[in-house]
């Protein structure tokens, strides 16, 4: 007999409990051999005091299961406790979001009959690091973290997936004419990695117009690969405008454990009326079977998924007259796929994974030599609302401090140019970036601790400093804008 594969199972919050209970009886009835070990997670131990949202024992199950299913869970908006999803991900290292998105027309409502793309989106960095300040009165910081080693990873995993599920393009998604350092080291790592893949063709797109291609003419792409944001916000879009974000399932993948979900959220107004769709949180299902070598399994569910979509067995979310034949909730719906185990769909694509790996193992980064590093000057970001807010009043007063191998160069607000010789016309708030460079070569760190005193001693409240560096001798820091 088979031994069975341990996996972590969380019920989660809201429809949770229900489209799970749904999609494991589905998948048991399959043949699964899985070994399921609930943990608690989400809003329940949110409530009894933990901050985490996840209950201490969990880490040792996932830790040694090394696979996660989880059902959608609640985090708090706006304040409060941080999102499960993003620490599970971040802490065990699952940097690729994996989002197929593919229309079932006639079936079920799409502009776009035969949308089939797959979205790799990087899990780990981007703004959704999750470092954020308040300033000043009048200002809020989120920091944009982008790494090499980051974008090697993610960019590396989008061309194997490609490769090994018979993709024939990879796209990059950036916004490298704006963000040129951080945007732009993904796209270059992009242009790098591809060399290597000469038989995918590789193209690169700015993310508003590549957006709107997506939302216009799907069929354009096949593998999407993006930071984590435009990834977030793109990956649901076109999960909606494929059908319904409620069909689409992902896969988290990382070098030591892998999570799989369903894209959807809790939605609490739905809990407990046997409505659910399951299907987003299934066909995850089918890729976690997949990923613990089950790959029989994940077939004969996904065929008979299909298969039950075909014959028209829908739940509200999808049913529609004329085309649905029978509207269902949760458990029936899972009842109808079990009544198909075996079937394949007659009109719609049938799926085979028999034949090989659909979902890569995450890779470590290969080791590089750094970069030569040389400070040049540092920005002083300092709190002033003075003067009516005039720039030329705070040059003047800011000038009184250079000395000692540094000088003011620029000052910048909200990342424009305000002196010297600024526009009048420029808005101003109170965060002003106070550039000074170096007048003699490399600066220190005790110059610059020196420098932050005579700020402090001149009646400026500074908030935070970015150092100037040169790498191999190229500016690590952009200029400001219209500078």
């Known amino acids: 007999m088979t031994s069975k594969t341990p996996i972590t199972v969380a019920y989660g919050d809201g429809i949770g409990p229900e489209i799970m209970a749904a999609s494991i ?41 090394k696979v996660f299913y989880k059902a959608p869970l609640t985090t708090p908006q706006g304040a409060g406790f941080k999102s499960i999803n993003v620490t599970t991900r971040k802490t065990l290292g699952l940097y690729a979001n994996v989002r197929p998105c593919v229309s079932y027309h006639p079936f ?16 780990e960095e981007d703004l959704y690091a999750g470092i954020e300040h308040r300033q000043t009165d009048e ?16 960019v590396r995993y989008a061309f194997e997936y490609a490769r090994r599920n018979n993709r024939k393009k990879v796209t990059a998604f950036t916004k490298d004419n704006i963000m040129k350092m951080t945007d732009g080291l993904f796209h270059k790592v992009f242009d790098e990695i591809g060399v290597e893949y000469p038989d995918l063709e590789k193209e690169h797109w700015i993310v508003d117009i590549g957006a709107a291609k997506m ?19 793109l990956s649901d879009v076109a999960a909606q405008i494929a059908g319904s974000v409620g069909l689409a399932g992902s896969a988290n993948i990382g070098q030591h454990a892998a999570m799989f979900e369903a894209i959807h959220g809790s939605a609490p107004r739905r809990a407990g009326q046997n409505l659910a769709n399951p ?11 997949v990923h613990i070598g089950q790959p029989e399994v994940a077939e004969r569910v996904h065929n008979a998924w299909l298969r039950t979509v075909e ?65 040049v000057g540092v920005d002083v970001f300092v709190n002033w609302d003075e003067a009516g807010r005039d720039p030329n009043v705070l040059g003047e007063k800011l000038r009184v401090v250079n ?33 000074f460079e170096s007048t003699t070569g490399a600066l220190s760190h005790a110059q610059i601790v020196r420098l932050l005193d005579r700020v402090a001693n001149a009646g400026f409240d500074f908030i935070k400093t970015e150092n100037l560096c040169t790498f191999d001798g190229q500016p690590g820091y952009s200029l400001g804008q219209g500078q």
């Open 279 to 289: 299907s987003g949180l299934l066909l995850a299902g089918v890729m976690m079977m």
């Open 108 to 123: 079920i409502k799409t502009k776009h009959p035969v949308m089939d793309i797959v979205i790799i989106r990087e899990n």
């Open 311 to 375: 014959d028209g067995v829908h739940t509200y979310d999808i049913f529609r007259e004329g085309v649905s034949k029978q509207k269902v909730g949760t458990k029936e719906f899972g009842e109808a796929i079990v009544a198909r185990l075996g079937q394949k769909p007659q009109q719609l694509k049938p799926v085979s994974y028999a034949s090989g790996e659909s979902i890569p193992p995450g890779a470590a980064v290969a080791v590089r030599t750094p970069a030569k590093k040389e400070t």
């Open 139 to 154: 200002v809020y910081q989120c920091l944009k973290l982008i790494t090499r080693p980051g974008c090697e990873k993610i």
């Open 403 to 435: 000395g000692d191998g540094v000088e003011l160069t620029m000052i910048s607000n909200r990342g424009q140019k305000v002196w010297p010789h600024g526009a009048a016309e420029t808005f101003c708030v109170d965060h002003w970036r106070c550039r």
């Open 25 to 65: 009886h589905v998948l048991k009835e399959a043949g699964a051999q899985i070994e399921i070990d609930e943990i608690l997670v989400g809003e329940k131990v949110y409530l009894s005091g933990n901050t985490s949202g996840i209950e201490p024992r969990a880490w040792e199950s996932l830790r040694s299961t």
């Open 215 to 233: 939302a216009d003419t799907p069929e354009a792409f096949d593998v999407l690969v993006l930071p984590n944001l435009y990834g977030d916000v």
